[in-house]
């Protein structure tokens, strides 16, 4: 960098060049005109200290205040000791370069933040419109069920139950969604601490496998355990998230998965610190399309299927939320006509932790 370079020149080095500048030329003269050898050296001693000195005060002055202003605009607090400290000593050693350096890097950040923020107001005006058409699809079935019972169909023995029936089921959705959404946000607020403690995994996989065997029988379907990887496994994490987990996804293999099929949940030993479970069915399978959003709150891969079998589509998202909530990861690996397998990786229990809340 040259000494010139007037990119990077601070008030002092600008204020002492333009003192050189003068004070070489006004010696000149004065060398011109009085040809004694110290009358020029006094007139550019003189010369340079004074011009030095106006030059770095009004620098200073008129546009160090203006840029002290900005810094103070893009800190955007009162300025605080070390503030000061920085606007009085700091800052006008900066060179013209360096403040414009400062200012690019702030408009940079807000211009990021502002990119959030449009992302957020994007996330947030899908969420709800989304929303406004799971609300739609059960209420409107509610009020035309009421309707037509008001409207007579109350004193028709042939229809009465049954509309009230199809409208309960109705309610039943909504109570579901009302549920998720209470649940999914509570996990997205943080306001649900991570409570671990050790147990073996198999046996929760069990207790939800037969909260579920009403369901299985009705649908035909087995509920396995991988063979070979029977082996209990202890893991530290909070039970009744996991066991949330477990039914979310046991139980969108049974709405989704064939009949007369099976469902395997598979618990591998990873590393000595992680084990891996994998719940795999037989069902119909997720296209490759659909699987990088599946787990989106109310994303789904087979739209009318997924409303006939009466999802809420937030369980994948409850899930996702329950196992990066224990720092773990979720992952799905599925083939249309083939099945689909969901898998999340749990701590493994290492003795020395007890019960912990996170
Ligand atoms: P939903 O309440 O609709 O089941 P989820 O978040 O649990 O919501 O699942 C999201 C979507 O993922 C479902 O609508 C369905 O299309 C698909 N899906 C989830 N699990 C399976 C599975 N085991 N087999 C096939 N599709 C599945």
């Known amino acids: 960098m040259s000494v010139l370079d007037t990119k990077n020149l601070s008030p002092r080095l600008l204020s002492f060049?333009?003192?050189?500048l003068v004070a070489t030329a006004n010696a000149l003269i004065t060398l011109f005109f009085h040809p004694v050898w110290y009358m020029p050296l006094i007139v550019a001693a003189f010369t340079f200290i004074t011009?030095?000195?106006?030059?770095?005060?009004?620098?200073?002055?008129?546009?160090?205040?203006?840029?002290?202003?900005?810094?103070?605009?893009?800190?955007?607090?009162?300025?605080?000791?070390?503030?000061?400290?920085?606007?009085?000593?700091?800052?006008?050693?900066?060179?013209?370069q360096e403040v414009?350096?400062?200012?690019?890097?702030?408009?940079?950040?807000?211009?990021?933040?502002?990119?959030i923020l449009r992302d957020n107001e994007q996330f947030r005006k899908e969420f709800l419109m989304n929303l406004a058409h799971e609300l739609r699809t059960p209420i409107f079935s509610i009020q035309g069920y009421v309707d037509t019972l008001l409207g007579g169909a109350l004193d028709d023995p042939a229809v009465n139950s049954k509309f009230l029936s199809n409208a309960s089921k109705s309610i039943d959705r909504l109570v579901r969604l009302v549920d998720d959404l209470g649940q999914i946000s509570k996990l997205e607020s943080g306001k649900i601490p991570i409570i671990q403690e050790s147990f073996i995994i198999q046996e929760l996989v069990k207790d939800v496998y037969e909260e579920f065997l009403l369901m299985a029988r009705e649908r035909n379907?087995?509920?396995?355990?991988k063979k070979g990887t029977e082996r209990p496994l202890q893991v530290y994490a909070d039970k009744q998230k996991i066991k949330q987990v477990l039914v979310n996804l046991i139980e969108n293999a049974l709405k989704y998965g064939n009949e007369g099929g099976s469902i395997t949940t598979g618990c591998y030993e990873m590393d000595d610190r992680h084990i891996y479970l994998e719940i795999s069915d037989?069902?119909?399978?997720?296209?490759?399309?659909?699987?990088?959003?599946i787990f989106e709150r109310?994303?789904?891969?087979?739209?009318s299927r997924s409303r006939t079998i009466g999802g809420t589509g937030l369980g994948l998202a409850i899930v996702k939320h329950i196992v990066e909530a224990h720092n773990q990861t979720v992952n799905v690996r599925s083939k249309p006509g083939v099945g689909s397998s969901f898998g999340f990786t749990l701590e493994l229990w290492s003795g020395d932790k007890g019960t912990k809340e996170s």
């Not at 414009?100 to 990119?115: C, G, P, Y």
């Not at 109310?298 to 739209?303: N, T, V």
Request: glycine share 4%; charged share 30%.
């Open 282 to 293: 037989d069902g119909p399978g997720i296209g490759e399309e659909h699987l990088a959003r």
């Open 298 to 303: 109310f994303y789904r891969a087979d739209r």
């Open 221 to 225: 379907i087995q509920l396995l355990f």
């Open 17 to 20: 060049i333009t003192a050189l």
């Open 100 to 115: 414009s350096e400062d200012v690019e890097k702030w408009a940079l950040q807000r211009k990021n933040e502002i990119d």
């Open 51 to 96: 011009t030095y000195w106006i030059y770095y005060y009004t620098l200073q002055r008129f546009i160090y205040r203006k840029i002290k202003l900005i810094y103070k605009f893009i800190y955007q607090t009162k300025a605080t000791r070390k503030e000061e400290f920085f606007y009085n000593n700091i800052l006008p050693q900066k060179s013209i």
